[in-house]
């Protein structure tokens, strides 16, 4: 087995980000499709819906986060909760690399009202953080307590408090029957330091009146069709479209590194206890296989390394 086996996917065509201004700069606009990714990552983790919904949203927010970083900078959002889910974790960069999952994503909960995926009961209370790794040495680090666990409003909280950006922020996730995925992504619209009261004002009617987001695109809205949606009266600017890609860097030797993170006595008790070793990736599933001959060599490795004084 290779190294990388993960190759990136060639961006897909459905699955972008628009990024545009609006109201003669007073407000920064970004939508996202991600349908077809989020459908690769059901797949690959056999989901339940109310999973595939709650990890939907955390990575339409995240790639849309991704996109206001530049190329190889980093962001990774965590959304740790007391309900069934725990955990969600997504991760996005300037160059369209997208990926995430869920700790538990065989989950049931009872339905919300109108039947609708009752994410905010599989997430519980908890926190959303929010960690940028700009090449820079330590990440930036900002979190919030959840407000609603419904995913959206927490983003909008995050940056009205955390980064002192009003926003609205809506997202969504439709899940067929076959539990596979219809629609996903979402819009968010900030407004920019200069914005004036009643532009604000203006945004927060705009937002409100807009059908959900799942819906639009389920109908086959792009992202700038969402955008105009939601704003075209206030004239939006293209700047940029990023295409996605599910991508995982993953790989065999990160794998090794991380057995021999264990130290001598962990791997001679996998040794002799097991005889080999099978690490999962938590992101895309990819399964790495080790002998006992290769925990072998990793253990000679590690007394090759640390010589005894």
């Known amino acids: 087995m290779g190294d990388a086996h993960l190759e990136p996917m060639e961006a897909n065509i459905k699955d972008y980000v ?14 996202v499709v991600n349908t077809d990714i989020v459908d690769e990552v059901r797949h690959r983790h056999q989901m339940w819906p109310v999973a595939t919904a709650a990890l939907g949203r955390t990575m339409a927010a995240t790639a ?14 965590q959304i740790i909760g007391d309900g069934p889910l725990e955990q969600i974790i997504a991760d996005a960069d300037g ?4 990926r995430g999952y869920v700790q538990n994503p065989h989950v049931d909960v009872p339905h919300a009202e109108q039947s609708k995926l009752n994410v905010k009961k599989a997430i ?27 995913i959206a409003e927490d983003f909008a ?7 002192q950006t009003p926003s609205a922020v809506a997202l969504g996730v439709l899940v067929g029957v076959d539990y596979r995925v219809r629609a996903s992504g979402g819009l968010i619209l ?40 939601a704003i075209g009266e206030l004239q939006p600017k293209y700047l940029h479209r990023l295409p996605l890609r599910f991508t995982c860097s993953c790989s065999r030797k990160r794998c090794e590194s991380a057995l021999i993170a264990l130290g001598v006595a962990e791997l001679e008790a996998l040794i002799k206890e097991q005889g080999e070793a099978e690490l999962t990736c938590r992101f895309c599933q990819e399964q790495y296989r080790f002998t006992k001959e ?7 490795q590690i007394h090759r390394d640390q010589p005894t004084q």
């Open 18 to 31: 628009a990024l545009a201004t609006a109201a003669n700069g007073q407000i920064r606009a970004l939508a």
């Open 64 to 77: 849309m986060l991704g996109a206001m970083q530049k190329g190889k900078e980093k962001v990774t959002v």
């Open 95 to 98: 160059e369209g690399n997208l």
């Open 124 to 150: 519980g209370a908890g926190h959303l953080w929010v960690i940028r790794d700009l090449g820079l040495g330590e990440p930036y680090r900002g979190g919030v307590p959840l407000v609603s666990g419904e």
């Open 157 to 163: 909280n995050y940056f009205a408090r955390s980064e």
């Open 190 to 229: 900030q407004l920019l330091p200069d914005a004036s009261e009643g532009i604000a004002i203006m945004l927060e009617h705009m937002v409100m009146d807009l059908p959900p987001i799942s819906r639009l695109i389920d109908s086959g809205s792009t992202p700038e069709e969402i955008i105009e949606q």
């Open 294 to 300: 290769e925990l072998e060599a990793l253990r000679a």
